[in-house]
């Protein structure tokens, strides 16, 4: 499993997205501080588990721009994401 974090203050909730980058098979919310690799995220515990387009999902505004948007109501203010891969 492959994993990266994000974070988005509180006032961003999108953000560029590669064009050649898949989409993440897993987006988690972690509710913890200071996150480090790798994480084992257990949902309830020390993250959320998000659903694509209801909570997050990657559009493009242009044919050669993408965004990840973040749509959660989790958290309101900065958060930290996990996003997975499975290889």
């Known amino acids: 499993m492959k994993q990266e974090l ?3 203050p509180k006032n961003q909730r999108k953000f560029p997205w590669q064009t050649d ?3 993440p098979s897993k987006v988690w919310t972690l509710l913890v501080e200071n996150p480090i690799l ?3 995220p257990k949902h309830f515990e020390n993250a959320f588990l ?3 387009l209801h909570d997050w999902s990657i559009l493009s505004n242009t044919a050669k721009e993408l965004f ?3 749509y959660s109501r989790v958290t309101e203010g900065d958060v930290w994401l ?3 891969w499975n290889e």
């Open 6 to 8: 994000v974070f988005i």
């Open 21 to 23: 980058k898949p989409k």
């Open 38 to 40: 790798p994480i084992i």
């Open 50 to 52: 998000e659903s694509s």
């Open 68 to 70: 990840f948007h973040y």
């Open 82 to 84: 996990l996003l997975e």
